[in-house]
């Protein structure tokens, strides 16, 4: 397997100086701390990012900061990632402005004016020419913003440290041939081409009373006596609960040997007097890869929760933890937690840039993207696309975790919505047809 040459654009260690005399008001800032400037970020294509920066205050005598590394304090945003299509307009031509603007008071409107106060701005020129395969530094240090203000017959300066730069960061790039509860085959992207690797087969055993596993699971029985996998089962026969369970979804490779799977441990079932699996009771996935060479057992790789969050936003909440061994026990170490419209879908990413990371099947130190999938909105078709970072890919095994995972994520959406909709019969026992799983 060959990756795709992405790459990635940092704007980091961010801090911003300012002489006493012109230092804002906590009152007039963006957010309840005491950081009350924040800066614009744009890049040709791509949405405006906003970062909130930290203050380095100055005793007013010095003009220019040393050229040294930046306060601790600094922060960084989001940045920007270059796929090779990107990456390739962008290389043939000028190099590309990016424009960074610096504003103190609230975001936004009030009355119908604005209230943000233009501090200054800056324009890096970003020349992407080699940044798939090397890194580019565009800027980095401290830069003035504005003109020369008078305090008393002395220049006022307001500087802003800043760094921008590039390094390679390529991804393995896959897609499903269909939705994953049609069972379809997984194909790898190179450009203008498309490979199989993977084919899935999905089956929701309806009349299931236990978690659902693939044959010859055998996890450690620490990982069982955790509340948060098995729940007690007492009096469950004697109740009519609608649940969705049974689901579960396996990764094959060519030669027809599993190599990774995802499978509903806990049911999804609406929480007491509506049709919505709640926050407080959410389903759970258990992602699982092959233990031993004849791949006769299986052991828990990560565990996926996820629910029907309720709010302003129709959303679909969810967490992922990576499950650890420690001795004879296993953990669960949350690296992804957030929310995703219902109607419109969404990114899930693992990205951690700022933390451990993950690396095939366990942690190391090694930082960066780990992954990112799409998902579509309720209702709509969806053939997730999935990018894996080179790094976390060892052997195919390593890729078909993550797109057990991908699909996971992608029938959450299914096994979340609310229980008075219909479910689409792929996703019901053969005999039973309607929304009561």
């Given at each position: 397997m060959d990756p795709c040459p992405f790459a990635r654009l940092f704007i980091e260690s961010l801090a911003l100086q300012l002489p006493n005399s012109t230092k804002p008001s906590i009152g007039v800032g963006v957010h309840?701390?005491?950081?009350?400037?924040?800066?614009?970020?744009?890049?040709?294509?791509?949405?405006?990012?906003?970062?909130?920066?930290?203050?380095s205050v100055s005793g007013g005598e010095q003009e220019q900061p040393q050229p040294c590394s930046p306060p601790d304090n600094a922060t960084s945003a989001a940045?920007?990632?270059?796929d090779p299509a990107v990456l390739c307009r962008m290389s043939s031509g000028r190099p590309v402005a990016l424009r960074v603007g610096v504003y103190s008071g609230r975001m936004g409107q009030s009355c119908g004016v604005r209230a943000e106060k233009l501090i200054g701005r800056v324009k890096v020129n970003v020349d992407l020419r080699g940044a798939e395969v090397k890194p580019i530094v565009f800027q980095c240090g401290w830069v003035k913003l504005g003109k020369d203000k008078k305090d008393e017959n002395k220049?006022?300066?307001?500087?802003?440290?800043?760094?921008?730069?590039?390094?390679?960061?390529?991804?393995?790039?896959?897609?499903?041939?269909?939705?994953?509860?049609?069972?379809?085959?997984?194909?790898?992207?190179?450009?203008?081409?498309?490979?199989?690797?993977?084919?899935?087969?999905?089956?929701?055993?309806?009349?299931?009373?236990?978690?659902s596993h693939p044959a010859n699971f055998t996890p450690n029985n620490n990982l069982l006596n955790r509340a948060w996998i098995v729940?007690?089962?007492?009096?469950?026969?004697?109740?009519?609960?609608?649940?969705?369970?049974?689901?579960m979804i396996m990764i094959y490779d060519l030669?027809?040997?599993?190599?990774?799977?995802?499978?509903?441990?806990?049911?999804?079932?609406?929480?007491?007097?509506?049709?919505?699996?709640?926050?407080?009771?959410?389903?759970?996935?258990?992602?699982?890869?092959?233990?031993?060479?004849?791949?006769?057992?299986?052991?828990?790789?990560?565990?996926?929760e996820a629910w029907r969050e309720r709010g302003s936003v129709d959303g679909l909440g969810y967490k992922f933890e990576l499950v650890t061994e420690n001795g004879l026990t296993r953990t669960g170490i949350t690296i992804a937690e957030a929310t995703m419209s219902v109607k419109k879908g969404g990114q899930f990413c693992i990205d951690k840039r700022d933390s451990d990371a993950?690396?095939?099947?366990?942690?190391?130190?090694?930082?960066?993207?780990?992954?990112?999938?799409t998902v579509e909105g309720e209702g709509k078709v969806s053939k997730p696309l999935v990018q894996v970072g080179k790094q976390h890919v060892t052997c195919?095994?390593?890729?078909?975790?993550?797109?057990a995972l991908s699909a996971a994520i992608d029938l959450s959406m299914d096994a979340c919505r609310l229980f008075s909709s219909k479910l689409r019969k792929e996703l019901c026992h053969?005999?039973?047809?309607?929304s009561f799983l």
């Open positions: 309840p701390s005491t950081t009350p400037c924040y800066l614009k970020i744009a890049f040709k294509n791509y949405p405006t990012q906003i970062a909130l920066l930290p203050l940045g920007f990632h270059l220049p006022v300066h307001v500087f802003l440290h800043l760094v921008v730069r590039s390094e390679p960061d390529h991804r393995f790039v896959f897609q499903f041939g269909g939705e994953p509860e049609c069972s379809p085959v997984v194909y790898q992207i190179q450009g203008n081409i498309r490979q199989p690797v993977f084919s899935c087969k999905f089956s929701a055993d309806r009349n299931s009373r236990t978690r729940r007690s089962l007492s009096g469950e026969k004697d109740k009519p609960v609608r649940e969705r369970k049974g689901w030669s027809g040997s599993p190599v990774a799977a995802a499978s509903v441990i806990t049911p999804f079932v609406p929480s007491s007097g509506s049709d919505r699996v709640s926050r407080s009771n959410p389903g759970a996935w258990l992602i699982l890869r092959p233990h031993g060479s004849h791949m006769s057992s299986w052991k828990p790789w990560g565990r996926l993950i690396d095939g099947s366990m942690w190391s130190p090694v930082k960066g993207f780990v992954m990112a999938c195919m095994a390593d890729a078909a975790l993550f797109i053969d005999d039973q047809n309607d």
